[in-house]
């Protein structure tokens, strides 16, 4: 338990559904993040949020929209997308967004797309 | 180009041998160095932390040592163990363009087997 729960941990959706994958934290942190993670290939960061505001946004193709109603919950909704989205999405947590803290990741949700 | 080279990309040692996992990094200006273990299937794992004045970091039978003058960082697996098998990912981290940025490497895959 890694205090960062992501649901569904696997999601399968045709490239004309809309979906959405949920980050809840609970560890009272101040940032919140979303990262892909394809095979083989480094963590990329796709989104950040500090205080429920965006504050990074990484060139992400507008099919994904993230959403941050509070400091404790993320989302990332989907739609039209393509075969190479397919990946492993990671929410992640820190004290403060920018900062040496510690980040703290979810279990990953398994997207795949077909 | 800011990048996070890891070698070897997979390793295969025997149950209760030690291992050491190669970063080598060039971020620059550098904030900190996080050596992360991701099992299969699971978001990443902090292992350690290391600031520039740091030279080594124990975490139980991990041992990241630091040299910030070549910009080289390992990670000691001592008296490895079956649990050790995961992605041992390096994570360089500092302000970059005027943002703060974490480069992540593309992993060591390690495989300990009885």
């Known amino acids: 338990e890694t205090g960062v729960t992501q649901t569904p941990r696997h999601l399968v959706m045709g490239m004309t559904n809309k979906k959405s994958l949920k980050c809840e934290q609970h560890?009272?942190?101040?940032?919140m993040y979303w990262y892909k993670q394809s095979a083989k290939k480094p963590l990329e960061l796709m989104f950040v949020y500090s205080l429920e505001e965006r504050v990074e946004n990484n060139s992400v193709p507008s099919r994904f929209s993230p959403e941050c109603p509070n400091s404790s919950h993320l989302f990332l909704h989907l739609h039209t997308l393509q075969p190479e989205d397919s990946a492993l999405y990671l929410c992640?947590?820190?004290?403060?967004?920018?900062?040496?803290?510690?980040?703290?990741f979810g279990e990953g949700s398994w997207l795949t797309v077909v | 180009k800011n990048q996070v080279e890891q070698s070897p990309q997979s390793l295969i040692i025997l149950e209760g041998k030690n291992c050491t996992l190669q970063c080598n990094y060039t971020v620059s200006p550098f904030s900190n160095l996080r050596w992360y273990k991701q099992d299969t299937g699971r978001g990443p794992v902090s292992l350690t932390i290391?600031?520039?004045?740091?030279n080594t970091k124990s975490n139980g039978r991990y041992t990241a040592t630091l040299d910030a003058d070549t910009k080289q960082s390992s990670l000691h697996i001592t008296a490895s163990q079956l649990s050790d098998s995961a992605s041992y990912i390096c994570v360089v981290s500092g302000w970059m363009d005027s943002s703060y940025k974490l480069i992540f490497g593309s992993g060591t895959r390690l495989l300990v087997r009885p």
């Open positions: 290391m600031t520039f004045s740091e």
């Open positions: 992640a947590s820190s004290q403060v967004a920018f900062s040496g803290n510690t980040i703290y």
């Open positions: 560890l009272g942190h101040n940032a």
